[in-house]
């Protein structure tokens, strides 16, 4: 029986790009689904009632939502190859202790700093330091996962697509403040064909932007 | 069975804490109590142990502290498996649908619910309490989805949701009192009502409910805390 897996998207989102990305390191086949966040489809408003958003991958006609959640399935679900998370329980706890940080912190603050508003510099400083904090945490490492990418790497490399529409909105400079992340990130990027077709180009991101910005009124 | 490294840095008033002791009853695992003065300056093992939050609950095994209730939660169901009671279902979408309403709890119910607590106008207040009861109906539709007709979210033993949301009643019953109304009723949500026994009543739940009182006293002190702006946020 062949598994039907579904990917409710919206291409310039990164929690997307995190699903895209894990299915991608699984080999799992599956069909995506462009969603107008503007003008949800009745299979959104259906698969995802509570929260409305996207991603949802559906599995066999099931869907699940969240994409830290999804991850995880994913892991549990396709265990064949390329783990994402470690299998020692303390390492397992660390792992989803950074992928929730970036979670709690990153799409939020980040979003702060592109709009442009009154505390657009406290957003600034509070990305600069939790990027830091992230760089701290990779240290010497190849990957946040260690020799191979895993849930952290994956949940955070997104958002790096999204570094210059922060960096041209904001007006500075991730790549002075944390050099090695950015080079964390180009390393994904090179080493992984998931993560490389699953990244937009960050110009198409802040065209993106850029437009948005535009239907909201802040330009 | 005893554990020598298994410490718990907390308070009584915290739901959060409360989670963790929940599952290490569940597990018949013995551990050291470590109480944090929400009301006091923040302390030295605190801040060492948890550098990025600086909140509690804090739990150490071996020495290693491990934050964030959920995931603290996570890590002993992974740990103590001898127990016949498991936390998380072992079916993976089974497992997603009952991460899917934790977090629902965390990031839904939860700020709801605080923001009912430390309402400084009738205006936030009103507001607040409109979203807490639709969280309400909303929960008690997931119950009805997840038990399968037993007593609790996860099924006939209680679960990862159960201890997410059971954590929240000792609260809910301060504030709702606060209110002047019944937060979880038996007229919108029956089913959360009849939980809402069967969770306090377990076992390994009962030794670790907080005083209603108490917790309403201590509420009064922790909203005028938030309130001057010098509060932790949990």
């Known amino acids: 029986m062949e598994d039907e897996v579904v990917l409710l998207d919206f291409w310039p989102s990164s929690f997307a790009m995190r699903v895209k990305i894990a299915l991608g390191e699984k080999g799992i086949k599956y069909k995506c689904k462009q969603e107008d966040l503007f003008n949800k489809s009745p299979l959104l408003l259906e698969m995802n009632p509570i929260h409305k958003k996207i991603p949802v991958l559906i599995h066999n006609g099931k869907p699940i939502s969240e994409s830290l959640i999804i991850l995880q399935y994913i892991d ?3 265990n064949h190859k390329s783990p994402l998370l470690p299998s020692d329980p303390y390492q397992r706890s660390q792992a ?51 020799q191979n990418i895993g849930v952290v790497d994956v949940a955070l490399v997104p958002f790096t697509t999204w570094f210059y529409s922060y960096e041209t909105c904001g007006n500075f400079s991730i790549e002075a403040g944390c050099p090695k992340l950015v080079a964390w990130a180009k390393r994904c990027k090179e080493n992984y064909r998931s993560v490389s077709e699953a990244l937009p180009h960050p110009l198409q991101i802040y065209e993106y932007v850029m437009e948005l910005k535009k239907r909201l009124g802040l330009v | 069975m005893a554990e020598s490294n298994v410490k718990v840095l907390g308070t009584w008033a915290s739901p959060f804490v409360m989670r963790v002791k929940i599952a290490l009853h569940l597990k018949s695992v013995l551990y050291e109590d470590v109480e944090e003065d929400l009301l006091a300056p923040k302390s030295e093992l605190l801040l060492k142990s948890n550098p990025v939050y600086k909140k509690i609950p804090v739990f150490f095994h071996a020495h290693s502290p491990i934050c964030e209730s959920l995931i603290i939660l996570q890590y002993i169901d992974e740990v103590w498996t001898t127990s016949a009671s498991s936390i998380l279902p072992s079916d993976p979408y089974e497992r997603s649908q009952s991460r899917f309403w934790a977090a629902y709890v965390d990031d839904k119910f939860f700020p709801a619910l605080r923001r009912l607590l430390i309402g400084a106008t009738e205006e936030d207040k009103k507001a607040a309490l409109a979203e807490v009861v639709e969280g309400t109906v909303v929960l008690e539709g997931a119950f009805g989805e997840l038990s399968k007709g037993k007593a609790f979210f996860g099924g006939d033993n209680i679960g990862f949701v159960d201890i997410a949301l059971g954590s929240l009643l000792g609260w809910i019953e301060v504030i709702g009192k606060q209110c002047e109304t019944k937060l979880v009723s038996e007229a919108k949500t029956p089913r959360l009502v009849q939980w809402a026994d069967c969770f306090s009543a377990h076992e390994a739940v009962k030794d670790v409910l907080p005083d209603v009182d108490k917790l309403a006293d201590f509420g009064l002190k922790l909203r005028a805390k938030i309130l001057k702006g010098l509060a932790p946020t949990n």
């Open chain 1, 96 to 146: 989803l202790f950074w992928a929730d940080y970036i979670d709690k912190k990153i799409y939020g603050i980040g979003r702060r700093v592109w709009m442009g508003k009154e505390d657009q510099e406290e957003a600034k400083e509070e990305l600069m330091q939790c990027l830091k904090t992230l760089e701290r945490e990779l240290g010497d490492k190849l990957y946040f996962g260690g």
């Open chain 1, 76 to 78: 549990q679900v396709w």
